[in-house]
């Protein structure tokens, strides 16, 4: 018999008819004689109004005990689920990390998942049952509750379909798939079939929001396919996976865009490897997230630091940014507070040159100007002025014939 | 140093403002230099929005799936009182039952506290930590997670009491104590000072809804005081002990009553022991719960049966005592479907002859019939039209002088 793992994000949870609804899903898998399991996050718009009641508490409440009071969310989901499914005649049985075993580091808030204990699930399934499960929260050996992080249902169910061996994650969310470009930019954009790991993980970090990217990640490392589908429909949507003979081959997959992006330049400074630690040491002690970086060579001694952050850190990067700059005395410090960041992505880049020259051709012909460039094998990354950005998603869409 | 366990309800936690209110106190405790253990209540009104969104699932909701959904109330509070403790400077920690190890039977949404884990509670004391714990839920030895039933914090708090040996349990809620009447009825009603185990037992079980009936048990068979008082004054409120010689020397320590009763005679029948034991276990499979019971003889061969139950299990107490006189040829089978019913209480009556007569001559002064009596060495419960029962409780406080 095969296993499924299916994972229900927070607005296929949001009222009770949502609720309802994800059941007869359910129980339509279990009744074509899958053995089921089910990874829930709390119902849409919850974990805000659970952090807001700890906000009015405290600014700065502890991390053990907002995953307290964040871990509510799941077991009033998987709660409910298991009723409405053992209403539709099904049984069913609902479980917390704790009550499985879904064992996680101390990092309360972001904690990762190191061991999930299956034989509860198992002996559960054995009987028949649908097993639900808790995503999102995690507790350590001495049974402390964590949590992964925002989006961390999907790992939840890829780590749980990886300890189960399943045949497949389902993810189930409020969109169809994975998208060639944003089609609220792209009209014609068009789903993606299929897409490999890799992509999927280009994807996902530079803006495609649909899967968490440690989900992706594991789901990679032990091949165990996921596929990306819409709780409202019964289409299926995008498989992630690495069987790339399914596959279309293409040299671009996709466009991802993201336009909550600030720059900031640190011009001249001398160009040694501990000038330049020193710099990303100072800027991820003070908590910020660094996204792309570029070092321009100068001279023989003098190199430029561009990298950018999130829109919100900027006015703090730029202040430590001008601070170092000081110190290291650089040329000069400036920032530009919007800029956005397009993503142009395909394994089929890997074997073909010149898919860089055509991005950048493009864009020129269209006008776009490109402030930072920066490539992996799969993925070509440039940062663009931000009132540009659709222009350029259209652009290279276009191009490539997506 | 001493332990004290503090126990506050669902109105003392019920917003961000009382929540913080609470800590004060529980941190007002602490630095008078006791060991402070609190047990919480989920918010006011939460519990019962968690039963209506499982009610909007199903009908009939498992009482598994239930005791999952409702034990999130009461993690949502220790959560949110740990912070707010933390932000008043002293160091606290949240548990939830199952961390705790607070281990019951497995009987869902009436679980019964069997056996406490302290070694996690008393390592949290002695690093100085406020200890908070969920009320209401407890856990089997398989993690299932157990509800104690409505009220149940109350006997989380006793059984944590006992449990590290605490010098005392307060139970904070809205009222600043027990008094010698309801004082909507009697306005010269007062706060008792003391009372016994005995008496807070008849009291408990004749109306006065402030204290759950197997927390006053618990501490009784322990020997735990219990300290009754509001979490919206610094009074002191009423302290329920066995240590007589503090109380006042009363005949009656007060009057509960309820008026949510109905009465159902069965009239005739054949006295055999077997024929009442028959007529009780079919009500009580019915789930039907039977509060007084009276039987009056007629002859050597006939009996009658006199018994209340609650006024929404009426109609389907009458039924089946309808079917059962039949059954058993009784003469007639009535019911009415509103009475009250008066409860006097106090260790006083004990020792002392006269008072029933002196409760039935006060009514029979005012006009109010007896439908049934029924007494114990400290309580003398009658069962009266339910149009009376202020008149009653008034013409007896006044009687007694309380």
Known sequence: MSIIVQKYGGTSMANSECVKNVAEKVVGTKRKGHDVVVVVSAPAGMTDQLVNRAKEITDKPSGRELDMILATGEQISISLLAMAIKALGEDAISF????????????????????????????????????????????????????????????????????????????????????????????????????????????????????????????????????LRSSFTDTIGTYVTDEEEKM????????????????ITIANIENTANNIAYIFKTISDANINVDVITQNYINKEGITISFTVAQEEYDRALTL??????????????????????????????????????????????????????????????????????????????????
Not at 100 to 116: F, L, M, R, S
């Open 96 to 227: 917390t990390s704790a009550q499985v075993g879904i064992y996680t580091d101390k990092n309360h808030n972001k904690a990762k998942i190191e061991e999930i204990d299956t034989s509860k699930i198992n002996r559960a399934l054995s009987e028949g049952k649908v097993v639900i499960i808790a995503g999102f929260q995690g507790v350590t050996k001495d049974l402390e509750i964590t949590t992964l992080g925002r989006g961390g249902s999907d790992t939840s169910a890829v780590a749980i379909g990886v300890a189960l061996k399943a045949d497949e994650v389902e993810i189930y969310t409020d969109v169809d798939g994975i998208y060639t470009a944003d089609p609220r930019i792209v009209p014609n954009a068009h789903k993606i079939d299929y897409i490999t790991f890799d992509e999927m993980l280009e994807m996902a970090g530079s803006g495609a929001k649909v899967l968490h990217l440690r989900s992706v990640e594991l789901a990679a490392k032990n091949n165990i396919p996921i596929h």
């Open 248 to 263: 279309e081959e293409v040299l671009v997959r996709g466009v991802a865009h993201t336009t909550n992006n600030a720059k």
């Open 321 to 402: 940014s001008k601070r170092l700059g000081k110190e290291l005395k650089a040329d000069d410090v400036y920032g530009n507070e919007q800029v956005a960041k397009v993503c142009i992505i395909g394994v089929g880049m890997k074997s073909t040159p010149g898919v860089a020259s055509r991005v950048f051709g493009c864009l020129a012909q269209n006008g776009v100007a490109i402030d930072m460039v920066s490539t992996s094998d799969i993925n070509i990354t440039c940062v663009i002025p931000q009132e540009d950005y659709s222009k350029a998603v259209l652009a290279i869409h276009n191009e490539f014939e997506l």
